[in-house]
């Protein structure tokens, strides 16, 4: 990888990583920028107002939503490269799409070979004036485990807060001949990245060796290891990787002590006592520190348990939530359509009762349509029977007595103004009008109640009486 660019590990919300991706571009040394983003796949998809989990979804659904997510992704880091452009910094984007955001940065630092990488320490709510530790899970991870050759600066809130870098040598001397390179195999000791036992110092030397049996003397690179913290605890020092410093701890010789010229016995014996009881200790302490730093990974490990747990617990109820607050917005909805449906059966019987009331008045009004048409038909038999005597008078010019049908059925007068009644026989309208202002409602011929006292003019007969009139 080019020592020209600068890799910066930013994430999705703009707002909250461009105070890094600043602080980047100041330090960046007039250098390419590289932004680098693990994409994060969405484990509940919503629908509906609803999130459901991927595997319940089907793949035609979920690969839609993943279609959105990258588009969304790809504007953000559109985003980026344009805030750096806009300054007139040379920039570039990496990305890959990983579950885990953390294991996602320590693979683009092993498949990009990333020698300077630039990420935050913890969100801008955490940081302090006294903060000297890491506080995001997925900032001690990357510290962890990235490789060594990777310079690795945390950020938070514009500040430099923790950086993983080589510094210092010390010379270490090793007796009758051992060489610095038995201590772990390699001719160089590189510290594993791993993190301090709790209430160690920041930097982790071995103990200082007799100078008065060293043979030889040479450098030994290490590197510092900051203490960092992990859900709460001081994480502990792999000792274990350092086998071969177990093995050299009782091979240090007491140096010869000479008075007058002779040995002092029993000042040798002590000192050789204390030598071999400080190399029991030394041992002891050695064992001790692996046996913590055992139970301390065993408690991180078994904590993380507990918080996953504890996660997906909470998603659970969560969902559990989400299922019942769906489930009553359902019975609602079906409470709704039952009134809906209930209002509309009504509506139904009101709209049937109407038709059959109306079927019953047409049915009234063809009868009445019916008896109107008989009605009709009689009066016309009439006018065919008034004609007929009107073309028998006419022949017959030597009779002069009017006919019985010019006088009045009631009067016996001839009619001046003749009317049909509703009984069907013609009357004189004024002598009828007289009838029914005496109180009468029957038929002066059949002496029946007549239906109402309409009259209708009998134009045909009056046609008749008055051309009778003339000619005689």
């Known amino acids: 990888m080019d020592d020209n660019i600068l890799h910066v590990a930013l994430g999705q919300n703009v707002k909250e990583y461009k105070s890094i991706l600043l602080w980047t571009l100041q330090n960046s040394g007039g250098k390419t920028i590289c932004v680098i983003h693990i994409h994060q796949p969405a484990n509940m998809i919503p629908i509906m107002g609803t999130r459901f989990p991927a595997s319940t979804l089907t793949k035609q659904k979920v690969r839609a939503y993943r279609e959105i997510e990258r588009q969304n992704m790809q504007k953000i880091l559109d985003e980026y490269l344009l805030f750096c452009r806009k300054i007139g910094a040379r920039a570039e984007s990496q990305h890959i799409e990983m579950d885990s955001i953390e294991k996602g940065i320590v693979n683009l630092i092993c498949q990009l070979g990333i020698r300077k990488l630039v990420m935050g320490a913890a969100a801008d709510k955490h940081y302090s004036k006294k903060m000297m530790d890491l506080k995001s899970k997925k900032a001690i991870y990357v510290c962890l485990h990235a490789p060594v050759s990777c310079h690795i600066q945390f950020i938070c809130k514009g500040r430099l807060i923790h950086t993983s870098e080589l510094v210092a040598s010390i010379d270490c001397s ?40 060293c043979s030889s003397r040479r450098p030994v690179d290490i590197v510092r290891i900051s203490s960092v913290r992990s859900d709460g605890t001081d994480n502990g020092l792999e000792l274990n990787t350092l086998p071969q410093y177990k093995d050299s701890l009782p091979c240090l010789s007491p140096p010869s002590v000479v008075q007058d010229g002779s040995i002092d016995e029993t000042l040798y014996s002590k000192l050789e006592k204390a030598m071999t009881e400080a190399g029991n200790a030394r041992l002891e302490a050695f064992q001790e520190t692996q046996r913590r730093g055992k139970a301390e990974k065993d408690a991180i490990e078994a904590m993380h348990k507990a918080q996953v747990s504890d996660r997906l617990c909470a998603e659970e109820l ?133 239906e109402n006292c309409n009259l209708v003019p009998n134009y045909a007969l009056r046609s008749a009486i008055q051309e009778w009139q003339q000619k005689h």
């Open 174 to 213: 090793v007796g009758s001949g051992t060489d610095v390179s038995s201590l772990d195999g390699t001719d160089d000791f590189w510290t594993p990245r791993g993190s301090v036992a709790e209430g160690s110092s920041d930097e982790w030397y071995p103990p200082a060796l007799d100078n008065s049996t």
């Open 318 to 450: 969560k969902q559990r939530k989400e299922i019942e607050e769906a489930l009553a917005k359902e019975k609602e909805e079906h409470e709704k359509v039952k009134i809906q449906l209930s209002k509309a059966m009504e509506d139904l019987q009101f709209a049937l009762d109407q038709k059959s009331s109306l079927e019953s008045k047409i049915a009234e009004s063809n009868e009445m349509v019916e008896g109107l048409e008989l009605r009709i038909v009689s009066a016309v038999e009439l006018l065919q029977t008034y004609k007929k005597e009107r073309d028998e008078l006419l022949s017959s010019k030597e009779h002069s007595e009017p006919p019985s049908y010019f006088l009045c059925p009631i009067s016996q007068d001839i009619m001046q103004d003749p009317h049909v009644a509703t009984d069907g026989f013609t009357y004189e309208a004024e002598v009828l009008r007289e009838w029914f202002d005496r109180g009468h409602d029957t038929s002066p011929m059949t002496n029946l109640k007549l």
